[in-house]
């Protein structure tokens, strides 16, 4: 879980400046999606329910930093999204395709539910407009999941050694 | 061979991992809350800011590459100038026409009013936006290093943009006024009748709420700030009724409001630094306590 953390610091650092000061300017069909918690999910997948969990707390933390929300409520909304999807993964039968980009959709959906439930708990009051973004969000996310866990893949087979038959 | 064993001990780490990271988020969530640790916080964000800030500039310029001529430098910046101009112009026209309107009442305070009042402005570029769906916020490249605190207001030259809510030594956080918790004292160019603007709901509009039923409010109307509460001060410009909502059995009509600021494509906002926000807190108390 050590060099997870070292990747995982990076990587949500610079998904973090392009969602907030690249994306903003160049929306994808109008909506800026969640990088951060994307990449949280592939790692998620690919890793298993801890180092998902880990991804989705550095992930969460960094992403209340940069906003009004109270820091470790996106961690929360995060690690509760990636957590249920990377067990549904493992539950499911192994599909690089197909599985991916309906289990992003699922943690979409969770994390929003989760998310707007604990600003609700805790007396902020919520926009209807994620609401009416949400079918284009689902549709950008479904899209990006795959790029972020077929990089994830290619990144995990590089770094690992290769088994030697003797 | 202890499958059952090593299973148990994974179990333990996972259950522990998970504890931990919850924990370690309930606890951050509570001092954030309390306002324990901003100082670490700021300790985070404030090099993060710095690359946001680069990364901002570039992307900024390569947008504007991509919306005007590609090749002619020159003629990106004559747009830049030109845009600025037009901005100017129309705020001096809104200027004067909320004169005309004012005459009357300007007559008795001549000598008081001002066109142009003696407040001072720190120019701040805009370098990142609010990661949450539920919050309308930007981060600006100047903090209290440079003067700015919580509580300023912020308008561009279009309008009133929001209020710093957030502020650490190099960058702060300004809460727009499309945000579901910002409210502003308002009231109207022509009739001069007073409300409270919202921000939230579809869109990019605001609510122009509480307006008595006397009060005419036709389409097209300017909005402006109040001054009353202490937040802001008076006569800045924030947009224009777009539509009116009016009912008999209501003891208060409402009106939508297009914002005068394009808040999806603001660069840069000015920060008022000299004005001091009332502080109404003494009337939050209940008599007696």
């Known amino acids: 879980m050590g060099l997870s953390l070292y990747l995982a610091l990076p990587v949500m650092v610079i998904l973090l400046i392009i969602q907030t000061s690249v994306l903003p300017r160049f929306p994808l069909w109008g909506v800026v999606p969640q990088l951060m918690l994307l990449a949280a999910v592939a790692w998620g997948l690919l890793e298993g329910l801890e180092e998902g969990a880990l991804w989705g707390f550095v992930a969460g933390i960094l992403s209340d930093l940069f906003s009004i929300t109270p820091v470790g409520l996106s961690a929360l909304a995060f690690m509760s999204a990636v957590i249920v999807v990377a067990l549904l993964y493992r539950t499911l039968p192994i599909n690089r395709f197909v599985l991916p980009v309906i289990l992003s959709l699922v943690a979409t959906l969770i994390w929003l539910f989760v998310y707007l439930l604990l600003l609700r708990l805790m007396g902020f009051s919520s926009s209807w407009q994620q609401i009416s973004d949400l079918p284009r969000l689902l549709l950008v996310h479904g899209g990006l999941v795959l790029p972020f866990y077929w990089f994830f893949y290619g990144l995990l087979k590089a770094l690992r050694p290769r088994p030697i038959e003797v | ?289």
């Open chain 2, 1 to 289: 061979m202890n499958l059952g064993g090593n299973n148990d001990s994974t179990q333990r780490i996972r259950w522990i991992t998970f504890g931990l990271l919850f924990g370690l988020a309930l606890l951050l969530l509570v001092m954030d809350l309390t306002r324990g640790v901003e100082g670490a916080f700021a300790f985070i964000r404030n090099p993060i800011a710095a690359l946001m800030d680069w990364t901002a500039g570039r992307t900024d310029a390569y947008a504007d590459a991509l919306a005007g001529p590609r090749d002619l430098q020159l003629a990106g910046v004559q747009i830049e100038q030109l845009r600025q101009e037009n901005d100017m112009l129309r705020r001096e026209l809104e200027a004067l026409r909320e004169v005309q309107a004012e005459n009357q009442i300007l007559r008795e305070y001549f000598d008081y009013v001002s066109l142009n009042p003696t407040l001072d402005r720190v120019l701040a570029s805009v370098i990142a936006r609010d990661t949450s769906p539920s919050f309308r916020s930007l981060i600006i490249d100047k903090g209290i290093l440079d003067g700015v605190v919580v509580g300023m207001p912020v308008e561009s030259t279009r309008g009133l943009v929001g209020i710093i809510y957030r502020s650490s030594s190099r960058s702060s956080q300004v809460l727009l006024l499309t945000d579901n918790t910002s409210s502003v004292a308002a009231r109207l160019g022509e009739s001069r009748a007073t409300g409270v603007l919202q921000g939230g709901g579809l869109g990019s509009t605001l609510l122009m709420d509480w307006i008595t039923l006397e009060a005419p409010v036709t389409i097209g109307d300017l909005v402006l700030t109040s001054g009353l509460g202490g937040k802001y001060p008076a006569d800045i410009p924030i947009g224009r009724i777009i539509d009116v909502q009016r009912s008999e059995a209501a003891l208060f009509q409402q009106a939508i409001v297009q914002p005068a600021v394009d808040f999806n494509n603001l660069e840069a906002v000015f920060v008022i630094t000299n004005f001091d926000p009332v502080d109404t807190t003494i009337f939050d108390e209940l008599p007696g306590q």
